[in-house]
């Protein structure tokens, strides 16, 4: 392996601690740089990455990683990547834009699909056909809208659209303003996604010329990964490299120090909002260089012992003195120069003095008291089980941690092994290594300041900043330039309404039917007894250690306060217990086992959608030598826990309850769907109750009279803790190494000290029906729609896996995103029967719910023309088998036990998708047809106009 075509060995390191081999390799006639991590690994990976280095912030290379994959110039149909996500059986399929580079990645464990995805990505990035076709700019990144010379001109775009969704989180524009006050000497001053307010001043001619100089073999790193004959990608490679020749080397600027400065922004609030105690804070500084990894890995150890705990020195110093309502250490790694940012949310500017007097505080009592080295050898223990434990994407995740250095010119093994940093930080503890470098993160007075204002108005005013530009525009074209304008707008239309050619369609390689396995990947289960509890046992490829899960069912007699009852799983791990103080719990918990985690899980009860059962779900993982000791803290937390310390809960519940809004403001779909289906069937009333809007709520009522609130809260706490934590129908699942006998693990051990108990556990949980509307303050909204087919006379079977990707990629892909904007939608039925649409970042959500309402006229089309389905069967397929970890694979097998999903049912489930024609498809029409009768509505954006709502909501 010296030299594979024109790719010579540069270099072979060994990386035992991910049993691989890395091979580095470089052309002969070009810069092009090639890395291979060969592993045993039957998913294979092949990424291309190219360093951009913003010059502005029209986020150029954002609209470059969506618009080279809108064909190219062997696959030619208009969008290549939504046609591999409609018949690829890949693993990963996606595009990355960071802040100095762009990344393609595909993954498959199929051979043949492997090889067809990396050969569209490398045409895809070297060949695309931006030059030709200039309406996959304007559909990607923005164009003026136009369609008449009456209307009013707007922007509209994909990007763009993406970029006012992420402008509206207050974390987004705290990093944005620091990383321009911490870089203005390079490329990470800049918004490499792009601002909504610069995305419109790029024009189509700078968008090519960055192609033509970033897109260049010159400039590419190849990577693969995985057990392959690496002779047949590279081959693809070649064809690409052959005729090029050494160019510009790229550099990116070293950001020496400079100047302290203080930044004052403001963040938009919805306009019933309280502006008291909703500032925000950030300090910030750059921290190290990309190879100083001891310190990197040492930044997280110390990150987890300032701030890992309510009572951790950091947060107790600022939330017990009221300083604020939350602390965040972030260290943000994957540059050149990482930073290191302290985040005070909710408090008020003129506290900025204090908070600084109460972080030097800080430092001065660490020296004053010296470290506890047990707190710091448990984060250590904690860091390096993390780094071990494996996660998928796997080869992803290795790919990112070989660019963190190779970019930058640094060891590509660099950061894939951590043995040796992890004994030399163990050595440092008795030394004052820990204590320096605390003192350097917290070390505010030479970190540039951000504070970021509640704002009313904000929102609204960049809106009309943004009509007015466009007025502007609109108001200085001649008639020449409006009709010019008004053609632009026509021939993308028509463009976007174009279907591909069967021909251009004939171009992109796909799977057959053979090339698919007839059935599902039976997962490993065998279920045994101890006493009267259940214990579902899997063999899972892992050694010394176990991942272990309790479920324990929810008795019927809360479910009329299921989202009191949630908050449960959020209080546990951060309240003491009879035997440990919060930071010592925490402690105990670092050394003891490798992750502690609850949540709950929510399953229809015997198809029946007008019952549900519902398990608090305690997830852990231990090592075998950890086994007593895991036990016993797990037990000491579900069964002796400490509720009664009110202030503790509050400090618990007011970031709890900032956490909600954020993520209602960001990821609004989730929410709107679980809302809009909440009303179709007791599961679906379960899981909005538990995870949803009504969740935000319960906490906001809590937070705004914790005087009055606060002790029936603990007193339902506490009782619900001791009527759940009990051994009555509790089941457990143990995933451990195949070779290793179930009593070696104990579990007798485990279940001593477990009350009885009695519960009745089949809930009948109901949701009012009618539709929902909360007001974000955002330029951009989400829209979904939902019911359970049951409800219409239908019930799911495996002909809905099809539909589900024919309605998304084929109809509401160019419905909602291509010709409306929206970042993303999509449409969905699950094996509970339930079914939604929903859309992501959306400017015109009430377009889109009309939309929605014409899938039917759609499908009968499709199903009557001569479309070919089977690629749709193939990716059905592929979407039943993510990739999985051995813990995840535990848990999936889990819940399909509990939610009555027999190995047969989903062979049966996989034999009907397989046999899916368009005649069935078409069968589906009438009942199809009461969908919307059934379903109800939430809109989640800035307004309501034309939307009627039953129930409205104020963040």
């Known amino acids: 392996m010296d030299r594979i075509e024109n790719f010579k060995l540069l270099s072979k390191t060994e990386v035992a601690e991910q049993n691989a081999t890395l091979y580095e390799y470089g052309h002969i006639n070009c810069d092009a740089r090639l890395l291979y991590l060969k592993t045993d690994d039957k998913n294979k990976l092949f990424s291309i990455t190219f360093r951009t280095y913003p010059e502005d912030d029209t986020g150029v290379f954002h609209i470059l990683e969506h618009s080279v994959l809108c064909g190219s110039e062997k696959y030619p149909v208009k969008d290549p990547f939504v046609e591999l996500l409609k018949g690829s059986m890949n693993t990963f399929l996606n595009a990355i834009t960071f802040p100095d580079k762009t990344m393609y990645p595909v993954s498959s464990r199929n051979n043949k699909d492997f090889l067809n995805l990396t050969a569209i990505y490398l045409d895809a990035v070297f060949r695309p056909k931006i030059y030709q076709n200039p309406n996959i700019f304007y559909q990607e990144g923005f164009h003026q809208e136009l369609l008449d010379k009456d209307d009013e001109l707007i922007f509209n775009g994909v990007v763009l659209n993406e970029m006012k969704g992420a402008k509206s989180s207050v974390d987004n524009r705290l990093v944005s303003v620091m990383t321009r006050a911490l870089y203005p000497d390079n490329c990470y001053q800049y918004s490499s996604g792009g601002d909504p307010e610069a995305i419109p001043k790029l024009t189509y001619e700078k968008f090519l010329k960055a192609h033509e100089r970033y897109y260049s073999p010159n400039n590419a790193i190849f990577y693969l990964e995985g057990d392959m004959d690496i002779k047949e990608p590279i081959s693809l490679i070649e064809e690409y490299l052959r005729e090029v020749k050494p160019s510009e080397s790229l550099k990116l600027a070293y950001q020496k120090e400079r100047r302290v400065e203080t930044v004052r922004i403001s963040y938009p609030i919805a306009k019933d909002e309280d502006e ?56 943000e790694g994957g540059l050149y120069q990482p930073f290191l940012t302290i985040q005070i949310t909710n408090t008020e500017e003129e506290r900025l003095d204090d908070i600084k007097k109460a972080i030097k505080t800080v430092i001065n009592d660490l020296k004053a008291k010296g470290l506890d080295k047990r ?105 020449d330039e409006i009709l010019s304008c008004i053609n632009l707008n026509r021939e993308l239309k028509k463009w976007q309404e174009t279907g591909d050619s069967l021909e251009d369609l004939a171009s992109i390689p796909l799977l057959a039917l053979s090339d698919v396995d007839e059935k599902p990947e039976e997962h490993d289960l065998s279920k045994v007894l101890i006493g009267d509890v259940e214990v579902l046992v899997h063999n899972a490829p892992i050694s010394d250690l176990a991942y272990i899960n309790l479920y324990f069912p929810i008795s019927s007699k809360y479910q009329d306060s299921l989202p009191k009852l949630s908050l449960l799983a959020n209080i546990l791990t951060n309240i003491p217990t009879s035997k440990y103080d919060v930071l010592t719990l925490n402690q105990e918990i670092k050394i003891n086992l490798g992750n502690l985690g609850f949540e709950y899980l929510v399953c229809d ?18 090592l075998k030598s950890k086994l007593e000791e895991g036990y016993a803290l797990v037990k000491n937390i579900l069964l002796d826990s400490d509720y009664d310390n009110q202030e503790l809960l509050i400090n618990i519940l007011q970031p709890l309850f900032e956490g909600f809004r954020s993520d209602i403001i960001e990821a609004g779909h989730s929410y709107g769907t679980r809302r809009a289906l909440a009303s179709s069937s007791a599961r679906n009333a379960a899981t909005e109750l538990l995870e949803g809007l009504s969740c935000y709520e319960e906490v906001k009522k809590l937070v705004e009279d914790f005087d009055k609130t606060l002790p029936a809260f603990i007193n339902y706490l506490k009782e619900a803790a001791s009527t759940i934590f009990t051994s009555d129908k509790l089941i457990i699942g143990i995933s451990k190494p195949a070779n290793d006998k179930l009593e070696e693990y104990q579990l007798e051990k485990l279940l001593a000290g477990f009350d009885k108990g009695q519960k009745e ?44 990707n024919i309605i998304s990629l084929e109809y509401l892909w160019n419905e909602i995103r291509v010709k409306g904007g929206a970042y993303g939608s999509g449409f969905s039925t699950a094996m509970s029967s339930s079914s939604f649409f929903y859309s992501y970042r959306d400017p015109s959500p009430m377009r889109s719910f009309a939309k ?27 979407n039943t088998e993510p990739l999985l970890t051995p813990d ?37 029409c009438r009942m199809l047809e009461n969908y919307f009768k059934s379903a109800d509505y939430c809109l989640i954006g800035p307004k309501m106009e034309g939307f009627a709502a039953d129930v409205i909501i104020k963040l």
């Not at 100083?292 to 040492?298: I, L, M, N, P, Q």
């Not at 009860?605 to 997830?619: E, G, L, R, S």
């Open 375 to 479: 707190e710091l050898e448990a984060n250590i223990n904690y860091a390096e089980f993390s780094f071990k434990e494996a996660k998928e994407p796997r080869g992803l995740l290795h790919n990112l941690n070989v660019l963190n250095s190779y970019l930058y010119g640094g060891d590509p093994a660099l950061f894939l092994s951590a043995n040796d940093t992890f004994k030399a930080l163990r050595e440092k503890i008795d030394s004052d290594y820990y204590l320096k470098l605390m003192e350097e993160m917290l070390d505010v007075e030479k970190m540039v300041t951000v504070i970021a204002s509640p704002s009313k108005n904000l929102a609204l005013e960049e809106t009309a900043r943004e009509k007015e530009v466009c007025t502007a525009i609109r108001n200085k074209m001649s008639e």
């Open 605 to 622: 009860q015997n198809d029946d959608i007008n019952n549900a059962n519902i398990y608090f779900t305690v997830h852990l993982s231990v």
């Open 852 to 878: 929605y309402q014409e899938f039917i006229g759609f499908l009968r089309n499709y199903c009557e023309s001569d479309a070919d389905i089977e690629k749709y069967i193939i990716s059905s397929i592929a």
């Open 276 to 331: 008291k105690e909703r500032c925000q804070i950030l300090f910030g500084k750059i921290i190290c260089d990309f190879d100083d990894k001891e310190k990197r890995v040492a930044l997280g150890i110390a990150n987890a012992y300032l701030t890992g705990s309510l009572q951790a020195p950091l947060v107790s110093a600022i939330m017990e003195k009221g300083l604020g309502q939350d602390v965040r250490i972030d260290v």
């Open 761 to 804: 556990i089949h809930m009948n949980i109901s949701f009012p029906k009618g539709n929902t509307f909360v007001e974000i303050p955002s330029a951009v909204a989400y829209a979904s729609c939902g019911t359970n087919l049951k409800n219409i006379g239908g019930h799911f079977d495996g002909r809905f896996l099809v539909l589900n």
């Open 888 to 924: 995840q694979l535990g848990r999936a097998a889990d819940k399909e036990y509990l939610c009555g999903l027999d190995y047969q049912k989903l062979c049966n489930i996989r034999k009907e998708a397989l046999m899916t024609s368009k005649e069935d498809l078409l069968s589906l």
